[in-house]
Structure formats: structure tokens, C-alpha cells
């Protein structure tokens, strides 16, 4: 029997959970599922035979070693500057691993020894990064193998909350880890548009009106990625004019968000004493108040609106006009904003989310110039099996099982770009209704 040892079992841990376990009679795997949180274990993994829970604190060496040692394979779902220490191990006691995070710089420092232990670190194989480089490079390789010459890429993609129950004034409920929601665009972003390279700081990212228009949705706002001009190589399309990579939101989100970062409130590197502190006054702690007006005029005349905006609303519905105390210890202000999200902006049991996905693709064709759009719904289930869940978990546990029968050849430190992966992976997703739609103009 083969041993996989999964590292995490928070929100994006429940399908890839549940793909393991349905699939251990017949594959003839043990999955030994690694939290801190014992009871988190257990509701996520049953009581299956095939199942082995370890309550452990990962930075424990002498904990965490032993585990795996005795795997043949290893997934990490630990947050990002923890994955380190797994890929360590996983050198040392030459075991493969796959994470859905974004490869670091740290362990870049070790692919070449990973590449001289003929091991595969599969990284950026979750849903972004993840099935956006494998559904965009099915198709840069249909467009190329057809004679097609790509100008212009963009990828959008976005974890929504559905329709049915988008019922806030921020058109917004968390997910996903709400610590990457606040945190988000902090570098700020840089691609390239029709032939320049743009830059954006953190402040200006959401400060944007631009939209894409998405079959049966409608309009939905984007703010750009990072540093899109990394996967340029990746994508082999390193010399055409316009490469940009997006996260999608609904417009009001980044109406708001804009708001928050001017207000300050995303820093995460100075703490402050919240035991006597109210919200109203940590909101406002870059504001000159005028005494004279209202909490809503305040902020208002700060932020230039109306004390009747939309973005006022979304702040109330926060909280962060009221007297009422944080007192939350010494903490940073995104520390504090991250709590105030998970208990405002949290998901119902009922409550549904939504994934969705656009690739743009502009390119020539016998002198005849063709706009492509390939683009991906899924819908959430619930609060816990999540259509984020789906799309993170599934296409890792796929990739387990077709590493573990041993119809994966490539070896090194990867993301999921080459054919044997990103076929055989995207055409299991349709069983699960992760598929795309294609359309050309």
C-alpha cells in the first residue's frame, strides 16, 4: 500500500480530503493527513480505514520527519513560508511533493539538487496557479499547432461568492484564507500593454474601473497580478506585446478595497494596542476629525464621497464607524482587518461560491486576426465543499494519483505546463464539472 502524507486540512484541504479517501480501495493508498487541529482532522476525514489523522505542530522537526520518511508522496497545503521546510525533507529523504503555492525563491535555491535527485516538486498546482496554466497552455498549443500567432494574453480569475447568495454591500464572502484576501497586492503589479510595461503600486491597484465582460454573469471588475512578466517564459510567449494576468472581483469589491488601503488599514508591518482602541478610531487614525460632524461625514469628506456612497455602506457593514473596542491585544492593522472580514464576511451553511475563470487570447491566422475567449464557472456546493476547495484540491489529488501510477515522467522543480500533466488532469476535472467554454470573434 502506497503512503500519501497531506500537510494541512483547512478550507481548500475538504476535496482534495474527500478525492483521497474515495479513491484509496481501489488505488490502494493510506493518506495520513497532517493539522494542529485534531477535531479539524476528524470532520474533514470520517472515520475511514484508509485514513491516518496526526495532530502535530509542523515546525517540530522531530515530529514532522518521521511522517515523511515513511510517505511515497508527499502534498502541502501549509500556508506559504512553511512550505520550505517540507520541501527540505522531502530533498532529504527523496520523496516527491506537490503544493498549489507559488514557487518561492527559497526553494529555487534547491532545484538543482531536486532535479539530480530525479524528484518532481510540482508546485502552482492548485486553481491560480494552477488550472490557469494548464487550461492556457492546452490551448497556446492548439492555437501554435494550428499556425496561429499569439499577440495578446490575459487571464482573469476570481473566487466570488455566487449569485444566490451575494447579499453584502461588499458583493464579497471569504472562501478562502482571508490572511491572503487582505494581504493581496502588496508588491503591487507589472505586465506588459500593447508593447509597454505598466507598474502599479498596492495603492493604485484596485483604484481601477476596468472590466471584463463574462458570458451569463455579466460585468466583473479586475485588478492585475503580482508580476505577470514571470510566466511570460513559462507560457513561451516571452516577445508579444500585451501579457497581463488578473484576479477577478465584483466591481463594488474594488470600489471598497481602494478605500480601505487609503484609509491604511491593509499594513501589516507596525502593531498597535487595541485593548482601549475603538473601530471607528483605528479606521480613522490617518483623519483629521472634525468634531463637528458625524462618524459617516468624517470619513466621507476623507475619502471624497458622499456620507450616502456605497462605500460608506460597505465600511458600516464592517463595523468601522462604531464605538464599540476592538481589544484584540497588540496587533498590526491587517492582523485587525482580517478579523473583522472572517466575522463579517464569513459563509452561511447555506451560502454557495463561485470560481471563475477567463483566458483572452488574441492571435493571426492567415492574415485573418482572431479574438479567442476560453472561460470556466464552477459553483460551490456548500459552505464547506466549496467551488474554491474543487478547484484547489481536486487538480493535486489528480496529479497524486497519476504520479503514484507512475504515468508522470517529467521530473524537477515544475509548474503544470507540459501536455502529459495538464491533459490527462483537465480531463478528469470534467468528471467533477470543472470544464471550459470556448468562443472566438
Known amino acids: 500500500m502506497r503512503n500519501i502524507l497531506l500537510f494541512g486540512a483547512g478550507k481548500s484541504a475538504t476535496c482534495l480530503i474527500d478525492y483521497l479517501v474515495n479513491n484509496a480501495p481501489r488505488q490502494k493508498w493510506h493518506v495520513t493527513v497532517v493539522d494542529h487541529d485534531l477535531m479539524l482532522i476528524k470532520a474533514k476525514t470520517g472515520k475511514s480505514y484508509y485514513v491516518t489523522p496526526a495532530a502535530i505542530d509542523v515546525k517540530d522537526q522531530d515530529a514532522r520527519q518521521p511522517l515523511i520518511a515513511e510517505a511515497d508522496l508527499v502534498i502541502s497545503l501549509l500556508p506559504p513560508a512553511l512550505h520550505i521546510l517540507v520541501a527540505r525533507d522531502c530533498l532529504q ?4 511533493l506537490l503544493t498549489a503555492s507559488y514557487i518561492d525563491p527559497e526553494v529555487r535555491k534547491l532545484e538543482k539538487e531536486i532535479e539530480q535527485a530525479g524528484l518532481l516538486f510540482m508546485y502552482e498546482m492548485g486553481l491560480d496557479p494552477g488550472i490557469d496554466h494548464m487550461s492556457a497552455m492546452k490551448v497556446i498549443h492548439s492555437i501554435e499547432k494550428k499556425g496561429g500567432l499569439i499577440y495578446s494574453f490575459r487571464s482573469y480569475c476570481g473566487g466570488l ?33 500593447k508593447g509597454k510595461v505598466k507598474e502599479l503600486s498596492h495603492e493604485q491597484l484596485f483604484d481601477q474601473s476596468k472590466t471584463i465582460q463574462i458570458p451569463g454573469l455579466g460585468k466583473l471588475a479586475y485588478y492585475p497580478n503580482r508580476d505577470s512578466l514571470a510566466y511570460m517564459s513559462s507560457y513561451h510567449l516571452e516577445n508579444i506585446p500585451t501579457f497581463m494576468r488578473a484576479t477577478l472581483r465584483y466591481p463594488d469589491f474594488c470600489e471598497g478595497w481602494s478605500a ?3 484609509l491604511g488599514l491593509t499594513d501589516d508591518t507596525r502593531k498597535l494596542q487595541t485593548d482601549h482602541l475603538t473601530y471607528f478610531k483605528w479606521a480613522t487614525q490617518h483623519v483629521k476629525i472634525d468634531k463637528q460632524l458625524s462618524n459617516e461625514e468624517n470619513m466621507a469628506q476623507y475619502l471624497n464621497v458622499s456620507s450616502k456612497s456605497k462605500i460608506i455602506r460597505q465600511l458600516k457593514y464592517l463595523g468601522l464607524l462604531n464605538g464599540d473596542v476592538i481589544n484584540l491585544g497588540e496587533q498590526t492593522n491587517a492582523a485587525i482587518l482580517q478579523h473583522i472580514m472572517e466575522a463579517r464576511l464569513i459563509m452561511q451553511p447555506s451560502d454557495k461560491d463561485m470560481i471563475v475563470m477567463m483566458h483572452e487570447i488574441e492571435f493571426e491566422r492567415r492574415n485573418m486576426a482572431t479574438r479567442m475567449h476560453s472561460y470556466m464557472i464552477v459553483q460551490g456546493e456548500d459552505s464547506l465543499r466549496t467551488a474554491m476547495a474543487k478547484t484547489v484540491g481536486l487538480p493535486l489529488g489528480i496529479m497524486a494519483k497519476l504520479m503514484l501510477q507512475e504515468k508522470i515522467t517529467v521530473t524537477g522543480l515544475q509548474i503544470p505546463t507540459m501536455p502529459e500533466v495538464y491533459n490527462p488532469v483537465l480531463k478528469e476535472l470534467e468528471e467533477f464539472d470543472i470544464r471550459f467554454e470556448e468562443s472566438f470573434e
Not at 529523504?93 to 516527491?96: D, V
Not at 461568492?161 to 503591487?188: H, M, T
Open 93 to 96: 529523504f527523496k520523496k516527491h
Open 161 to 193: 461568492i455566487s449569485p444566490e447568495s451575494n447579499d453584502n454591500a461588499w458583493q464579497y464572502k471569504i472562501s478562502w484564507n482571508a490572511r491572503n484576501i487582505v494581504l493581496a497586492g502588496q508588491s503591487g503589479a507589472t505586465y506588459r500593454d
Open 260 to 262: 480601505v488601503i487609503k
